[in-house]
């Protein structure tokens, strides 16, 4: 076991107290409802959830991603499941990258309220045409006096609704082409609301208190000032956030399963079939033992590479890790929520128990915001060396 430090520990109760506060039956009501999660997402941001790896200079806590990871995990176990793991995720992924590539005037503006919480900020990197490709976006940003006209349209983009500013990717192509040149992409800080934006909600399997959106761009001049980090380089500069965003996925990922075990295994023991607890029988203990085992070793593999990347690893070791992590974690805590749900026999079916929601939630991860496949695509050609297979 990971030796932990007393403020990680203390981290980690002050995240299982706001989950116990905000438990399966308020994540239930809300897919049941639609409605968002106000009240959880204000709460997190008051006790600095949103500002752990902001320096303190911009009003966070300035610890790193270590911590970010562990809260994630806990938030998700503590009894939120899946509630917490988006609205935590996309509340970060803007504020880290503008901590990381933005300019100091755009840290000024924007990380401190990020930090706590006062306002969320959205992100635009997804396609219909695109896929996993984002090099293949359509979106573009065209040079245009002293800023950048945006045009185009994306789909899955949670958290509008609620969201005060949007880090947005779109192609510039600011430099000649070749044939074997990939496009530029570039990075955008657009405040909400915009009314050169529209969007509307697309109905999905689950995570039904987090709106995801198409989003359509039109004529939508910025400033040069918009933009985070250098034209052009804007996949680079996203780079560290994306292998947090991996890291993030996976945490919140084991968070759910744990959660979901754990009742599991209470109800295992609990429940007397003919005369024994139904946990007696190895067709039901051997599937949430090993679940158990599983999740267990992918949470150390998660902890090192957050580690790494607190450690300024440049050798491509913390990238490696961290779909290392995102794979394994996402396969084995949807194998565990699986077994869960059957533990409870026809009674895991029912929205009483909450398992069928967790096994909803969990299945996301496989999808989204990089499928599996994608995943395995980086480990071949960037951990084993072998030819790019697409």
């Not at 990020?114 to 573009?140: D, H, R, V, W």
């Not at 804007?234 to 075990?261: D, K, M, Q, S, Y």
Request: proline residues 4%; hydrophobic residues 40%; aromatic residues 10%.
């Amino acid at each position: 076991m990971i030796s932990l430090t007393e403020t990680q520990r203390m981290l980690i109760h002050t995240a299982e107290q706001i989950a116990d506060s905000y438990g399966p039956e308020y994540w239930s009501q809300l897919d049941a409802s639609g409605d968002y999660p106000e009240e959880f997402i204000q709460q997190i941001g008051k006790q600095g959830f949103f500002g752990l790896a902001v320096s303190e200079a911009h009003g966070g806590s300035g610890q790193g991603l270590t911590e970010v990871v562990l809260a994630m995990e806990a938030l998700c176990r503590g009894g939120g499941g899946g509630g917490p793991a988006l609205g935590y995720l996309f509340g970060l992924l803007g504020t880290l990258t503008v901590a990381r590539a933005g300019s100091e005037a755009q840290r000024e503006a924007y990380l401190r309220p990020f930090a706590l919480g006062e306002k969320i900020c959205a992100f635009a990197l997804s396609e219909p045409e695109a896929g996993t490709n984002s090099f293949n976006m359509q979106t573009t940003a065209r040079k245009q006096g002293e800023g950048f006209v945006i045009n185009g349209a994306k789909w899955f983009i949670t958290n509008l609704q609620h969201s005060d500013a949007l880090l947005l990717v779109a192609r510039t192509d600011m430099h000649e082409k070749t044939e074997f040149s990939k496009p530029e992409l570039s990075l955008f800080m657009i405040d909400l609301p915009n009314e050169q934006l529209t969007y509307h909600p697309i109905p999905k399997h689950g995570f039904n208190y987090y709106k995801s959106n198409q989003l359509f761009i039109e004529d939508l001049w910025v400033a040069d000032s918009a933009l985070v980090g250098k034209p052009g380089e804007g996949f680079a500069a996203l780079v560290p956030t994306l292998n947090a965003e991996r890291l993030l996925v996976a945490a919140g990922a084991i968070g759910i399963a744990r959660l979901a075990l754990s009742r599991a295994v209470d109800y295992a023991g609990e429940r007397v079939v003919f005369g024994v607890p139904i946990g007696a029988h190895q067709a039901i203990q051997h599937p949430l033992a090993r679940s158990h085992a599983q999740l267990e070793s992918v949470w150390l593999t998660v902890l090192q590479a957050a580690a790494l990347e607190d450690a300024g690893d440049t050798g491509g070791n913390a990238s490696a890790l961290a779909n290392i992590a995102k794979y394994v974690a996402v396969e084995a805590a949807i194998d565990a929520c699986y077994h869960s749900l059957q533990a409870f026999g026809g009674a895991g079916y029912a929205r009483e128990y909450h398992q069928e929601r967790w096994w909803r939630e969990v299945q996301l991860f496989r999808l989204a915001p990089l499928t599996q496949q994608m995943t395995l695509n980086y480990i071949g050609q960037h951990v084993l060396g072998l030819p790019k297979s697409y």
